[in-house]
């Protein structure tokens, strides 16, 4: 959040959870709530001090899920959510599939020393993997679109990338399979994930499954953010500021 608010100063952006207890993790309906009686509040002040002012139009709020893929269990949660606020909102789509997300995988991989951290140097390091499993959740939709960010993915490393499901039995070792069954010989397991949205312990569980090490989830890497105010700038037709990727070092 506080990466969107640096790229575009003045934004009033808020965090709400999905399970929360409107006290210290507010949920987005009271978040939702909240934002329309301050709107509502200013307006009314305006008028009072005699201002000449028309009654705000447009959504109240836009609600960007942070989710780098699609999830439909959480996405219909999320919808329901802002239905139950009766407060006019936008939703957008999630962050991926999208390049700025290959480039965080590929840090997050180069931090826990399962691949190079720079191509064009041609720095390897003793543990790097020749293919990639990138662990998603939500399903085979969430497959497919990290499919697209794994194929950026594989651009970038010049290793095979095959995207396979958290939460469906079996998808992880299948995919480990496949990619020892072409060739690849070190694994790595790459959580394309934010983080919060599922128990930490399912990838140490898929990284156990596939007998394999495993990066850390994407979490507050600065395109996260960035992503976030593309998809809330674009809600609202303003010309965003155009996401810039953080050079791999």
Same mark, same amino acid.
């Given at each position: 959040?506080?990466? $969107?608010?640096?790229?575009?100063?003045?934004?009033?952006?808020?965090?709400?959870?999905?399970?929360?207890?409107?006290?210290?993790?507010?949920? /987005?309906?009271?978040?939702?709530?909240?934002?329309?009686?301050?709107?509502?509040?200013?307006?009314?002040?305006?008028?009072?001090?005699?201002?000449?002012?028309?009654?705000?139009?447009?959504?109240?709020?836009?609600?960007?899920? /942070?989710?780098?893929?699609?999830?439909?269990?959480?996405?219909?949660?999320?919808?329901?959510?802002?239905?139950?606020?009766?407060?006019?909102?936008?939703?957008?789509?999630?962050?991926?599939?999208?390049?700025?997300?290959?480039?965080?995988?590929?840090?997050?991989?180069?931090?826990?020393?399962?691949?190079?951290?720079?191509?064009?140097?041609?720095?390897?390091?003793?543990?790097?993997?020749?293919?990639?499993?990138?662990?998603?959740?939500?399903?085979?939709?969430?497959?497919?679109?990290?499919?697209?960010?794994?194929?950026?993915?594989?651009?970038?490393?010049?290793?095979?990338?095959? $995207?396979?499901?958290?939460?469906?039995?079996?998808?992880?070792?299948?995919?480990?399979?496949?990619?020892?069954?072409?060739?690849?010989?070190? /694994?790595?397991?790459?959580?394309?994930?934010?983080?919060?949205?599922?128990?930490?312990?399912?990838?140490?569980?898929?990284?156990?499954?596939?007998?394999?090490?495993?990066?850390?989830?994407?979490?507050?890497?600065?395109?996260?953010?960035? /992503?976030?105010?593309?998809?809330?700038?674009?809600?609202?037709?303003?010309?965003?500021?155009?996401?810039?990727?953080?050079?791999?070092?």
């Amino acid at each position: 959040m506080s990466i $969107a608010r640096s790229e575009l100063p003045g934004l009033d952006a808020r965090i709400a959870y999905l399970d929360g207890d409107d006290s210290e993790f507010p949920t /987005l309906q009271a978040v939702l709530t909240h934002a329309s009686e301050e709107r509502s509040a200013r307006f009314e002040q305006a008028r009072a001090a005699g201002m000449d002012v028309k009654e705000p139009d447009g959504p109240v709020a836009v609600v960007v899920p /942070l989710l780098a893929g699609p999830d439909g269990a959480l996405l219909r949660r999320i919808r329901q959510a802002v239905m139950d606020s009766r407060i006019a909102a936008d939703l957008t789509d999630v962050l991926g599939p999208h390049p700025l997300l290959a480039e965080a995988l590929h840090v997050r991989l180069s931090e826990a020393g399962l691949a190079r951290a720079d191509r064009a140097r041609l720095f390897t390091v003793a543990t790097a993997a020749d293919g990639i499993i990138l662990a998603s959740v939500g399903g085979d939709e969430a497959v497919q679109a990290a499919g697209i960010t794994g194929m950026l993915l594989a651009a970038r490393l010049a290793v095979p990338v095959m $995207a396979a499901a958290l939460d469906q039995d079996g998808s992880i070792a299948d995919v480990a399979e496949q990619l020892r069954g072409s060739g690849s010989q070190q /694994l790595a397991l790459a959580p394309y994930l934010i983080g919060p949205e599922i128990d930490p312990g399912l990838i140490d569980e898929a990284a156990k499954e596939a007998g394999c090490s495993a990066a850390e989830a994407l979490g507050p890497y600065p395109a996260i953010g960035k /992503l976030a105010l593309a998809k809330y700038t674009t809600a609202l037709g303003i010309v965003p500021p155009q996401p810039q990727g953080t050079p791999v070092r």
